[in-house]
T-cell receptor, first 115, second 111 residues
Framework: EAGVAQSPRYKIIEKRQSVAFWCNPI?????LYWYQQILGQGPKLLIQ????????DSQLPKDRFSAERLKGVDSTLKIQPAKLEDSAVYLC?????????????FGPGTRLLVL | GQQLNQSPQSMFIQEGEDVSMNCTSS?????WLWYKQDPGEGPVLLIA?????ELTSNGRLTAQFGITRKDSFLNISASIPSDVGIYFC???????????FGAGTTVTVRA
């Protein structure tokens, strides 16, 4: 079974530029998560989708971050404009449903460096 | 957000040694999870715990869900070089799907 796919794996941009990340979850997984992992910290949830609907975006900085999952399969996360403090690894994860306790399967992440 | 305190922050261990790390929370969790993250990869689930007092093993790994539901520990027995990585605890609050992660324990094995 293919895992969670993410691209690009690395991205370097200058502050105030825009950037987009892509995630393709495990086939058939209804729930998709985007996490931000700052160096030296654990992942922090940014947004959760179930199918193409947003379940929780309470920790998403909506003035600059946006995410969509239009067809309920793959998803994009965008930052516009980027700030220095956005430098982090952006992880995508998926689960079959939304039940608590389900195993979240993580992708390899996109490493973003904002200069 | 909720605070998960994970300790130690890092450790150097000799190959063959046993390793122990733990996580504490100020709030009760319904689920405790332990993940390992290798360099350049996403976290991979090692052990999931669903009941207070539960003790679960996965090969050389053993984890326990504390009786108070506010703590958990992970033991690695007879460490080997591939145990190198960052170990994260994560918890889920009652009725919630969100995972709250600790800051991680970085394990380095001396051959």
């Amino acid at each position: 079974e293919a895992g969670v796919a993410q691209s690009p794996r690395y991205k370097i941009i200058e502050k105030r530029q825009s950037v987009a990340f892509w995630c393709n979850p495990i086939s058939g997984h209804a729930t998709l998560y985007w996490y931000q992992q700052i160096l030296g910290q654990g992942p922090k949830l940014l947004i959760q989708f179930q199918n193409n609907g947003v379940v929780d975006d309470s920790q998403l900085p909506k003035d600059r971050f946006s995410a969509e999952r239009l067809k309920g399969v793959d998803s994009t996360l965008k930052i516009q404009p980027a700030k220095l403090e956005d430098s982090a690894v952006y992880l995508c994860a998926s689960t079959p449903g939304i039940d608590t306790g389900e195993t979240q399967y993580f992708g390899p992440g996109t490493r973003l460096l904002v200069l | 957000g909720q605070q998960l305190n994970q300790s130690p922050q890092s450790m150097f261990i000799q190959e063959g040694e046993d390793v122990s790390m733990n996580c504490t929370s100020s709030s009760i969790f319904n689920t405790w999870l332990w993940y390992k993250q290798d360099p350049g990869e996403g976290p991979v689930l090692l052990i999931a715990l669903y009941k207070a007092g539960e003790l679960t093993s996965n090969g050389r790994l053993t984890a326990q869900f504390g009786i108070t539901r506010k703590d958990s520990f992970l033991n690695i027995s007879a460490s080997i070089p591939s145990d190198v990585g960052i170990y994260f605890c994560a918890g889920q609050f009652p009725g919630d799907y969100k995972l709250s992660f600790g800051a991680g324990t970085t394990v380095t094995v001396r051959a």
